[in-house]
């Protein structure tokens, strides 16, 4: 049989440890027929309970309380555990609720964590408001320079936290360098993989410990649903993430894992479709006189570009973008304020519809403005998540209103 081969280059385009090529493992990985009924997607358990056969055979079905476990979601979670080459995952509520018990699960008081300083804002405040009072520190480091992680690493060091690329600021981290130094200090090493998607790249082929995905973004890809994986490289630290799910009860809904299941089969043909537009937006942007700087990791001037090609598959790097426009401040805000349709003027990302963001007055308008400066959110930085419309309107849209500016 023939397998499909997908590539936006043109190259080899399929991972080469599978049987089938990803194409066919997004659509039928681990997917099977109902046993019951033969409905080709799997049923919705809406159910709160099993019955069990026996006080002896309890659990023989290996379910009792949708809390601790529902068959949809687990289906949801044995999908993205193969897709994401993980010995399991755990499916959340939302990927904070992932962040979150990854963070109790394997921090207690007077651990303490090395946090990337360029981490998705939830995540900085939950250590900053929360895990912090609890008596857990972090140091928040910039990790596009390994050696930094490393000089970070405590005696109470635990875990190593790390997003690439990160939000918003599109810096990568090198994963392997960073798992290779927590293996040798014995700490964990979780990545927020949530821009890369596994259609881009898998944290575990880098030696990961755990990744995170908030499977709100792309996974689901239409504005749809919110949710959070979490995806283990061991059976050990899968029981233990679902330990903590079951103590915190944010376990995702059997409704939205249905959903997801069937979102997530278009994700390779979105991935590919959506970082193609925004290499050609990220061109434009970059010849455009109003514009200072654009950070794309497919563009030469990306400071990270030879990472970028190592740790990505295929020269694929993604559908966000950001660019620093003259004119600071008041440019960002203009822009949100001029462009018109297709774009949109919101918070989410990942999806068809493309969307753009201005940091200073958005996403981080409750940052001091030192803080932010200090890693890099300039007053006039531009968020761009780049969705499945023409790039040709995209481009033109944008074109209008930055020559009204
Ligand atoms: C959105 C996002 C999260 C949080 O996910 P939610 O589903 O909104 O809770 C975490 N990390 C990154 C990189 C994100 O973009």
């Avoid at 194409?23 to 019951?36: E, K, M, N, Q």
């Avoid at 993430?241 to 089969?265: D, E, R, Y």
Wanted: proline share 4%.
């Amino acid at each position: 049989m023939q397998r499909p081969n997908v590539d936006a280059n043109g190259g080899a385009g399929t991972w080469d440890d599978k049987e089938y090529g990803l194409s066919t493992d997004v659509v039928h990985g681990t997917v099977v027929p109902d046993a019951a009924t033969g409905a080709i997607l799997t049923p919705i358990f809406q159910s709160t309970t099993f019955v069990q056969d026996s006080v002896d055979q309890y659990l023989a079905k290996g379910y009792s309380y949708s809390r601790t476990g529902n068959p949809t979601v687990r289906a949801l979670e044995h999908k993205v555990a193969f897709l994401e080459k993980g010995a399991g995952a755990a499916c959340f509520s939302t990927g904070m609720a992932a962040t979150v018990s990854v963070m109790t699960g394997f921090l207690k008081q007077g651990d303490h964590c090395v946090l990337t300083n360029v981490s998705y804002g939830g995540t900085n405040r939950v250590t900053r408001k929360m895990f912090q009072d609890l008596g857990i520190s972090f140091s928040y480091v910039d990790f596009t320079d390994p050696a930094n992680v490393e000089a970070a690493i405590q005696d109470n060091t635990k875990l190593v936290f790390s997003e690439t690329p990160s939000n918003p600021l599109m810096t990568l981290t090198d994963l392997q360098a960073v798992s290779d130094i927590c293996k040798s200090k014995g700490v964990l090493h979780v990545c927020d993989a949530t821009f890369a998607t596994p259609i881009i790249m898998r944290p575990l082929d880098f030696g990961c410990d755990l990744a995170i995905q908030s499977l709100t973004k792309f996974y689901d890809g239409h504005n749809m649903t919110v949710g959070g994986a979490v995806i283990s490289s061991t059976p050990e630290l899968d029981e233990r993430v679902h330990f903590m799910q079951n103590m915190h009860g944010n376990i995702m809904a059997p409704q939205t894992a249905f959903l997801v299941l069937q979102t997530l089969k278009t994700m390779e043909v979105r991935v590919l479709r959506q970082s193609a537009t925004a290499a050609k937006v990220a061109e434009f942007l970059e010849k455009h006189p109003k514009v200072d700087v654009v950070r794309y990791p497919g563009l030469a001037s990306h400071p990270q570009k030879e990472l970028a090609d190592r740790q990505h598959r295929n020269g694929v790097h993604g559908s966000m973008l950001w660019c620093e426009l003259k004119g600071g401040f008041d440019a960002g805000k203009g822009l949100m304020d001029t462009v018109q349709r297709p774009w949109s003027l919101c918070e989410n990302l990942g999806s068809c519809e493309s969307n753009l963001t201005h940091a200073a007055s958005m996403t981080h308008g409750n940052v001091a403005r030192e803080e932010r400066l200090s890693v890099g959110l300039t007053d006039g930085l531009v968020r761009l998540s780049i969705g499945l419309e023409d790039p040709d309107d995209l481009i033109a849209a944008l074109g209008k209103a930055l020559d009204k500016l």
